[in-house]
């Protein structure tokens, strides 16, 4: 497969930068593709990652659904040093004259440098030595061209260094840029809560549950249910419960029915219910799971039952339109028990489990992750907040039945 240059758009902690590469994996995963090639350890101020893709439609389809990607494009030349990537490039049209543009079609070019700051009298010079070279027939626009090519130089992360040396220059052929759209943003909502999830937030859980056309997608916390907008917005038919009726039922008419029907999209069914007693079929089966559980910082967990032992255990059956079940305190262990002890009995094997969890800067993955003999942890980024605490997106695959 050709190689791809992948450019992210952000590289900041408490802007979902360490989330970059578990949602490009995310994207690759959706397509049945290797994910294996995009490394772990790239460092958060890269700003991009070469990957093999199949084709052009491929890229197309990830920037449809991506948050953290800026563009892709394809990678024509690479080498060591500007003079090289030349020789490169003038040689890979050689043998491909056919992905020359033709006198009828229209092309830009861009130089773009990572590492540092290129005065623009060197970036025209670059510029002017390929174009001589490449000699292209078609005609120079810079507004919507049907080629733009980039001349991509790497001087490497930035350091207190005075001087920097090319570590590698790249010749690529541009094929998706990321739209900029604010159509879901928790500001122009219909109907938001204190612990409504961020619009790209959602987008980006959505990707690692693997939201699509028809896909079955449970959010057992859904709350007002931002998470189930983002699944639904990529065609997944949505389901959700939540143990706190009034926000479950909104007030004057405006609930959680009102967002779907501002943007537009497939309604669900939102239950009252309590997590801890599943109100789910035995044999209920989900293609995904996604929620924000309640752990205690911004909302406290609740589950049915009386903090206090009732004198009497049933409601006569007079009060039975208005009587609400009581609630107790849920310690935010048996909140995540019970999730993961959910999402292994309802997940179809293959599925994914994707939900957020608090953390400390000190957070050790091996004692502090929850864990199911039948879950396995494929995913694991970090966003830093304030007060040294930080929340963590967790992607959990089912391997195995309990």
């Keep these: 497969m050709p190689p791809y240059l992948v450019w992210f758009a952000s590289s900041d902690r408490k802007h979902f930068g360490d989330f970059r590469v578990d949602e490009l994996r995310g994207h690759l995963d959706y397509l049945g593709l290797q994910s294996d090639d995009v490394p772990r350890d790239l460092h958060i101020d890269c700003p991009y990652v070469v990957v093999p893709l199949p084709n052009d439609e491929a890229c197309r389809v990830i920037m449809e659904r991506s948050v953290l990607i800026n563009r892709i494009a394809e990678v024509y030349a ?18 491909h004259p056919e992905q020359c543009p033709d006198a009828s079609q229209s092309f830009c070019m861009r130089m773009h440098s990572f590492g540092v700051s290129m005065k623009d009298t060197d970036a025209v010079s670059v510029l002017s030595r390929f174009m001589n070279t490449l ?22 992360r930035p350091d207190t260094s005075t001087t920097r040396q090319l570590k590698k220059a790249f010749f690529t ?11 879901f943003s928790l500001k122009t909502r219909a109907y938001i809560g204190p612990t ?3 619009h790209q937030l959602a987008q980006l859980m959505a990707i690692q549950v693997q939201a699509r056309p028809n896909a079955f997608i449970c959010d057992p916390f859904a709350g007002t249910g931002s998470l189930l907008v983002a699944c639904a917005y990529f065609g997944a038919k949505c389901v959700g419960s939540d143990i706190d009726w009034k926000v479950v039922h909104g007030k004057d008419g405006v609930n959680f029915r009102s967002n779907f029907s501002q943007y537009e999209l497939l309604c669900p069914d939102i239950i009252r219910s309590d997590n801890s ?11 995904g799971i996604i929620t924000d559980p309640p752990y205690g910082i911004r909302a406290g967990a609740r589950k049915a039952g009386q903090r206090r032992e009732a004198h009497r255990r049933t409601v006569d059956t007079r009060y039975f339109e208005s009587h609400y079940a009581p609630t107790q305190h849920y310690d935010p ?16 094997l293959g599925a994914r489990l994707v939900y957020l969890l608090p953390a400390t800067a000190d957070f050790d993955p091996v004692v502090d992750l929850p864990s199911h003999p039948s879950l396995t942890c494929v995913a694991n980024s970090e966003q830093l ?13 089912k391997t195995s039945d309990p």
Excluded: N
């Design 135 to 156: 000699q292209f027939q078609g005609t120079v626009q810079l507004k919507r061209p049907d080629f733009q090519y980039d001349v991509l130089c790497d001087y490497g």
């Design 277 to 287: 007693i599943p109100a789910w079929r035995h044999d209920m089966r989900f293609d």
């Design 173 to 183: 052929r541009l094929v998706a840029v990321r739209g900029k759209s604010m159509r």
């Design 385 to 397: 907040c304030a007060g040294g605490l930080c929340r963590r997106l967790i992607t959990m695959v």
């Design 196 to 198: 409504s999830t961020d």
């Design 78 to 95: 690479c080498g060591p040093s500007v003079d090289e990537l030349l020789e490169r490039t003038a040689e890979r049209f050689k043998l």
């Design 333 to 348: 262990v048996d909140v995540m028990r019970d999730l993961l002890d959910m999402a292994a009995r309802h997940l179809r």
